[in-house]
C-alpha cells in the first residue's frame, strides 16, 4: 500500500493506493485541520489523544494510537481497510502540512491574490 500527502490552500489531500483499491481522502474543512493538528502534536509530544475520524461512508480516514504509542492510520474505501502505522517523521510530515494547510484556511483572501503556490507533497510507504 501506497499513501501520498499533499497540502494546498484546498487542505490536506491523502492518495492511496490499496492492492485492490485506490481512493482520495481529502480534509478541508478549518475546524478538521485544527483538529488533525491538535492530534498530530499530542500524539509527537506522547500525550494522551483520542481516535478521530473524517469522510463519509464511503471514503473514511480515521487516526489512532495505540497503548504503545504507535499511531496508526486507517484508510477506508466502500468497506475495505488498510492500516499503516505512521513513523514519528511521518508524524512530524503530517504535521508540517496540516500547520500550512491550516494557515492557508484563514489566510485573507486579498493576501492570496496571484498565482497560488504549487502544493507542497510527502509520501508516506
Not at 36 to 46: C, D
Not at 82 to 93: C, D, F, K, N, W
Not at 109 to 122: C, M
Request: hydrophobic share 40%; proline share 5%; aromatic share 8%.
Amino acid at each position: 500500500m501506497s499513501v501520498t500527502l499533499s497540502a494546498s490552500s484546498h487542505g490536506l489531500r491523502f492518495t492511496v493506493q490499496a492492492p485492490l483499491w485506490r481512493s482520495e481522502f481529502v480534509i478541508s474543512k478549518a475546524n478538521d485541520l485544527a483538529t488533525l493538528a491538535v492530534f498530530t502534536r499530542r500524539a509527537i509530544n506522547q500525550e494522551k489523544t483520542i481516535p478521530i475520524k473524517f469522510g463519509g461512508e464511503v471514503n473514511q480516514l480515521g487516526l489512532r494510537r495505540r497503548n504503545d504509542g504507535q499511531v496508526l492510520a486507517e484508510f477506508e474505501h466502500d468497506g475495505a481497510m488498510e492500516r499503516i502505522a505512521l513513523s514519528t517523521l511521518q508524524l512530524y510530515e503530517l504535521e508540517i502540512l496540516t500547520q500550512y494547510a491550516l494557515h492557508r484556511a484563514f489566510e485573507p483572501s486579498s493576501f492570496a491574490a496571484g498565482n497560488p503556490l504549487p502544493p507542497e507533497t510527502a509520501t508516506a510507504a
